[in-house]
Each structure stands twice: as structure tokens, then as C-alpha cells.
């Protein structure tokens, strides 16, 4: 009997770049593990989580790094039901919950939840395989499946023409004298010689060639003295690049960087929420850049200074301005931003696909409150907002 008054215990534990959370039952154990390097601080676990579980801490500092080893939320492992709503809503995939050891999500699992439904897909006909979104994304969410091609190095790939090309090499064999001189310069080319014999001595064989190693870089047939080698390669009409560039959902936070900079305008990018954020420069004091740093989606930036002779009179330049499309209205820099209603968010939707229960949509109405950031919290090191209606 006096086990049961020992069950559950709670603990709470960071290693390295994970905090686990854990209730310990008798025979069960449920985790929510967080990882912080995947937490952006948006605040969005800390809104949904139907127990109120989830604190918002120090995000700007935390996510700037002038405060180590804690995260930018934190988890009260004994409020935590281990539903795993927080799991399911997190754009980020931050968050897991692990029942003795493995992922779970009771709440889908027992009584039905939705999951975002957005969309994030390139267009394979129209991608021509450039580098442009892969550079751009700042989630690396960008996936190039490409192969090896000439001029690349990777140990024990082979290596590709980049285009569907038909390469030829032919020797004519009349002027061949079998010399060696382009074997010796192109490791495609080698010499399968006769043995030099006293018995009948001068220079025979022929010349192997290995197309998969060929450049069709003309080395060889350049340096042939007696002009015996002549090297094509053509090309197949409407060619394009081998290989295939994918989004990976899971990392994908579908802020569209990438269907922004796509050159050939192969990619589609739904959002999870509808709604709008808007900034009120003015009332931003300048020099802190937090929203900048934080931000998860490199929306936000400091406009370039206009030269002082082409300010107009009176006009004040703005200290900071935010991209709405390529905002995903995370909120991130809502609960960092260190002054009063500089920035607000207003969700007005929120894509779903599964069963909108109850739940959520008690959660979907929470998350559609309109919110600024606020001075002077009631708890020191916590994030408080200030709804707007
Ligand atoms: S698992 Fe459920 S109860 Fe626990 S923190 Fe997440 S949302 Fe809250």
C-alpha cells in the first residue's frame, strides 16, 4: 500500500538540447519532450495546451542566446495531461509526447483532433532544379535529391552528365599507333596493349574507353599527334536536370520564401492561418532588433536608411518593417518584442483537416484572439499579451 502514495512522481530534466517532462505511473510512463532547437518561442503550445501546462518565458533572450540552458518555454510536468495538443499545433514540430518510450498522441488517438492542412509542393514539371529555394528557405525544408554530376566529388557516387546527353569516342584505328599519350592525360581512356615482344617488336593493341568517367572535355582528342580520336557529345532536345527537389512538410513552416524567389514559379504554398500582422514602427524605440533575430521566417527587417537629403520634411524613417507574405503569423515576435504595441497579430482562421471537436474549437477561438505585446508583465520573466479586440 505504500507504493500508491509514492505514484505518480514528475520530474523534469534538460539534456543538451532536449528537456523531457515526465509522469511516472506505476506501469506507465508518459513524456513531453522538447527540443530547443526547434522552439522558437511563438507562444503557440503555451495557447492551446488545454491544462495550462505551458509558460512562456524569456523568449527574446532565451532565443538570442544571452540566457543558456533554459528554454523559451517551460512545462509543468505534473499540469501536463500528455494529451499531445501542443505536439499537433506546434508548427515548428518542436514538441513529442511519449508514452513508455514511444511517440504518441492519446488526444488524436482516444477522442479525435485535426491537424493543420496546408500545402507546400513543387511543381516537378516546372522545376528546373536550380538552387534558388534551397538558399532562400530558412527552415532547410528544402530537399535536392540531384545527382553527382561532372566536377562534383563524392566518394563512391557516380558521376552524371548534369544533361540527358549521348556521348561518343572513336579511335580511328588506321591512325592509331597505340602511343599512350591519352591514357596517360584521362582516366576514361585506357591502353589495352599487346606485350611488347623481341620476337616482333613495335607498338599494338587498342584503345578502351570508359564513358561513365568522359567529359567530353576534348583532352584527348586535342592531344592525339596523329589525330585519331574524335570525341561528340550532344545533348537531347528539352533536356533538363536529373533528380527531383521535394518540400519536407515535417520541417516546412510554410512561410513561402520559396514560391517568392522560385524563377519558374513551381511552387504552391497554403498557410496554416489566415490573418493579418501589422507594425506600428512609430511606436518601435529603434536599436533592438529582437523581432529580426527571432523571427523564424526572416520576415522582418530594418528598412534600408534613406540618405538625409531625400527624407521629405517632417518624415520619420521607419526602424523596422515586417514582409506580411512571407509572415506566418507565429506570433514569435509578439511575445519578444520588449515594447507596447509595435506589433500586433490578428488570426482570423486556421487551416484544419480531422475532426473539429469541441476542443478545438475552443483552442481555434484562442488562437484567433487579436494580441499585441505588453510591458510591465505581472510575473517577472514571464510573457504576458495584451488581447485586442
Ligand atoms: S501534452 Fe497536453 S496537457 Fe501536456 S502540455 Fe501539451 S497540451 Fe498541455
Known sequence: MA??????KYSTKMENDTVIMEQRLLKKVSNLVLNTTKCTGCGICSEVCPKDA????????????????EAAISVDPAKCSYCGVCTILCPFDALEVRVDGEPSLPIK????????DFTA?????????????????????????????????????KRQTALDAVTTLVVDKEKCNVCGICASLCPALKIKRIPFTAEK???AGEVVWDESLCNACQVCATACPEHAIVVERVVKEGSKLAGKVTIDKETCVTCSWCEKVCPEEAVTIKKFFDGE???NADKCPGGCSTCVDICPCNAIYLPTPVPALQLKKDSIEPTIAVNADLCILCG????????????????????VKGPETDLFKSIAAKLCVPRSSKIQEDTFGQVELKPLE
Do not use: W
Request: hydrophobic share 35%; glycine share 8%.
Open 3 to 8: 507504493m500508491s502514495t509514492m505514484y505518480p
Open 332 to 351: 514569435a515576435c509578439v511575445n519578444a518584442c520588449p515594447s507596447e504595441d509595435v506589433i500586433t497579430i490578428r488570426r482570423s482562421g486556421i487551416h
Open 109 to 116: 488517438e482516444q477522442e479525435g483532433f485535426p491537424e493543420y
Open 54 to 69: 505551458i509558460i512562456l518565458g524569456l523568449v527574446g533572450a532565451v532565443r538570442r542566446g544571452a540566457v543558456k540552458d
Open 201 to 203: 617488336v613495335g607498338s
Open 121 to 157: 509542393e513543387i511543381d516537378e514539371n516546372k522545376c528546373v532544379r536550380c538552387t534558388t529555394c534551397s538558399e532562400a528557405c530558412p527552415r532547410d525544408a528544402i530537399v535536392r535529391d540531384i545527382p553527382v554530376y561532372e566536377g562534383e566529388v563524392a566518394d563512391g557516387a
Open 277 to 279: 500582422i501589422v507594425f
